[in-house]
């Protein structure tokens, strides 16, 4: 029996409809896996991120859990995660899978998730998030927020015309969202000092590396060094922003003259008007600010530490 599960009951949240039905499909595989090892687990079949985390919330102390889906599908566990110090294994087989792709691993690679429940488990940082006093203004990411660009061109995807598919839509949203967006006044806190006061395209509180499906906003992401990385793209005009989104998308971006780059513990973000949010690529709507403070070591993850596993 993989060492471990030994002895702890693991639930497994099965989101059927990850990676466009990637999840669903590789199941049966996965499951006959999951008895190879010897796997003592219940399994959700969620509807809805709220249903999976309500199951979760229930189960007996001592339970794990596994998010066999994307990045929201881990998103819908996290509450239950923290605050119940639930042990999380993460199964990948969402689309972007960019907390996954932190830990190495790719879509699909169930074999080598299970082969790692070997080594030790780790902790790793989360991120508490608030951007509202009323309810439902708090969240938690373990990838990271982000206001501006990259989130009002998520809002604009389901405008893209049916014809889009793929990198399409993508780029279609890109080209629309850029049309429409102007840097706009904001300033930037961390630990209570000002990091940046000034126009800004994009501003993102990090705790892994990438966002989106492989965009490296946080080339030097540690997911256990206890602090959150705060990354501004100021006053960007249009013509520099296709190729800012190039250098993004491999990590090169940081010595760009209207990036600014900065590690600590608590973010703080004030907009001068409501600018579009997204945790974890999630949208939130249209916010004015965002407190984001980091959670040392407050997920403890199965995906164990190896070679291959590196954080
Ligand atoms: N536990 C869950 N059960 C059912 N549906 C969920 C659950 N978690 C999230 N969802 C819904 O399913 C959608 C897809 O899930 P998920 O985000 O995990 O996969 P993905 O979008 O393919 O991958 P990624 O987020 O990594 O790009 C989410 O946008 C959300 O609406």
Same mark, same amino acid.
């Given at each position: 029996?993989?060492p ?10 099965l ?5 466009n ?9 996965l499951r006959?896996?999951l ?9 959700i ?8 985390l309500?199951?979760?919330r229930?189960?007996p102390?001592?339970w ?11 998103a ?14 993460v ?27 070997e ?9 508490r ?12 990411s ?8 990259d ?9 893209a015309?049916a014809?889009?598919q =793929?990198?399409?839509?993508? /780029?279609? !949203?890109?080209?629309?969202?850029? @049309?429409?967006?102007? +840097?706009?006044?904001? #300033? $930037?806190?961390?630990?209570g000092?000002e990091?940046?006061s000034g ?6 509180v990090?705790?892994?590396?990438t966002l989106?499906?492989g965009f490296q906003?946080n ?6 060094? =206890?602090r959150?990385?705060? /990354?501004? !793209?100021?006053?960007?005009?249009? @013509?520099?922003?296709p +190729?800012l989104?190039? #250098? $993004?998308?491999v990590?090169r971006?940081?010595?760009?003259p209207?990036?600014r ?18 945790v974890?690529?999630d949208?939130r709507?249209?916010?004015?600010w ?7 070591g407050?997920?403890?993850?199965l995906?164990g530490?190896? #070679?291959?596993?590196?954080s």
């Amino acid at each position: 029996m993989a060492p471990l599960i030994n002895g702890r009951p693991l639930a497994v949240v099965l989101n059927r409809s990850a990676g466009n039905g990637r999840a669903a499909r590789e199941w049966p595989r996965l499951r006959g896996e999951l008895h190879a090892w010897g796997v003592q687990y219940r399994t959700i079949e969620s509807g809805t991120p709220a249903e999976a985390l309500a199951a979760v919330r229930a189960l007996p102390p001592g339970w794990a859990v596994a998010a066999v889906g994307g990045d929201g599908t881990v998103a819908s566990v996290l509450p239950a995660v923290i605050e119940q110090e639930r042990p999380l294994l993460v199964l990948p087989f969402g689309t972007g899978n960019d907390f996954a792709g932190t830990l190495g691993l790719r879509a699909g690679q169930f074999r080598e998730v299970l082969a790692g429940l070997e080594n030790p488990p780790r902790r790793v940082d989360a991120l508490r998030v608030r951007y509202g006093s009323g309810p439902g203004t708090e969240a938690y990411s373990l990838n990271g927020a982000g206001m501006g660009f990259d989130a009002q061109l998520t809002a604009n995807l389901p405008l893209a015309p049916a014809w889009t598919q =793929g990198a399409a839509r993508y /780029v279609w !949203a890109a080209l629309s969202t850029l @049309r429409a967006m102007q +840097p706009q006044p904001c #300033r $930037v806190l961390l630990d209570g000092a000002e990091l940046y006061s000034g126009p800004a395209m994009l501003c993102s509180v990090m705790n892994a590396r990438t966002l989106g499906g492989g965009f490296q906003f946080n080339p030097a992401a540690d997911l256990a060094d =206890g602090r959150l990385n705060v /990354v501004v !793209a100021g006053d960007v005009r249009r @013509r520099q922003v296709p +190729p800012l989104i190039a #250098r $993004v998308r491999v990590g090169r971006h940081l010595e760009h003259p209207a990036v600014r780059y900065a590690a600590g513990q608590v973010a703080e973000l004030h907009w001068e008007q409501p600018v579009q949010l997204h945790v974890d690529g999630d949208l939130r709507g249209e916010h004015m600010w965002l407190r984001a403070e980091v959670l040392p070591g407050a997920v403890q993850l199965l995906n164990g530490a190896s #070679r291959s596993l590196q954080s």
